[in-house]
Antibody, heavy 121, light 107 residues
Framework: QVQLQESGPGLVKPSQTLSLTCTVS??????????WSWIRQPAGKGLEWIGR???????NYNPSLKSRVTISVDTSKNQFSLKLSSVTAADTAVYYC?????????????WGQGTLVTVSS | AIWMTQSPSLLSASTGDRVTISCRMS??????LAWYQQKPGKAPELLIY???TLQSGVPSRFSGSGSGTDFTLTISCLQSEDFATYYC?????????FGQGTKVEIK
């Protein structure tokens, strides 16, 4: 059973870079053909898709965030990561990592539990 | 981006009721639509994909229908554990987008 776990600072200062890591257990991140994604949810609001990465390194990003987002994968550590630069209070949210159910299926069965990131000085 | 209008935003219902939630797209997406259930403090859980395919393990009282621009999630007989927020998601074109959510509350 694949499990995902987000980790990273819970507090980031405005204008700095938010960095989160998702650790995958229960299987190798590079086995199979899957896209690994980041999705966020501000408190009391809906879900926003940030982007995804294939184990080859190929990425797709949300155009609304593309200039500030980098998603990378480290197969040796069975992890993938999110970096979001120049953060503001509007980036305060619960951040989820997730895996598409099958190759480029688009829907998500596996989710991390989510991690709250607050942007504040 | 494809815009999604999910309605209603709040639905008050009683156990045993049949409830329907609508998701309308700004352009056609064939059947590239998923539905999720989310409870407070938890990650979303997949209910339906490909507009009408029930995820394994999801109770059969949940069903999805529609194609193109108009989609519906139906819960045939609401149970206590179904009080939650529901989201639709399109995966027809990037960026993937989610509806605004429908909170199903106890009447």
């Amino acid at each position: 059973q694949v499990q995902l776990q987000e980790s990273g600072p819970g507090l980031v200062k405005p204008s700095q870079t938010l960095s989160l890591t998702c650790t995958v257990s229960g299987g190798s991140i590079s086995s199979g053909s899957y896209y690994w994604s980041w999705i966020r949810q501000p408190a009391g609001k809906g879900l926003e898709w940030i982007g995804r990465i294939y184990t080859s390194g190929s990425t797709n990003y949300n155009p609304s965030l593309k200039s500030r987002v980098t998603i990378s994968v480290d197969t040796s550590k069975n992890q993938f990561s999110l970096k979001l630069s120049s953060v503001t209070a509007a980036d305060t949210a619960v951040y989820y990592c997730a895996r598409e159910d099958s190759y480029s299926s688009g829907w998500y069965y596996y989710w991390g539990q989510g991690t709250l990131v607050t942007v504040s000085s | 981006a494809i815009w999604m209008t999910q309605s209603p935003s709040l639905l008050s219902a009683s156990t045993g009721d049949r409830v329907t939630i609508s998701c309308r797209m700004s352009q056609g997406i064939s059947s590239y639509l998923a539905w999720y259930q989310q409870k407070p403090g938890k990650a979303p859980e997949l209910l339906i994909y490909a507009a009408s395919t029930l995820q394994s393990g999801v109770p059969s009282r949940f069903s999805g229908s529609g194609s193109g621009t108009d989609f519906t999630l139906t819960i045939s007989c609401l149970q206590s554990e179904d009080f939650a927020t529901y989201y639709c998601q399109q995966y027809y074109s990037f960026p993937w987008t989610f509806g605004q959510g429908t909170k199903v509350e106890i009447k």
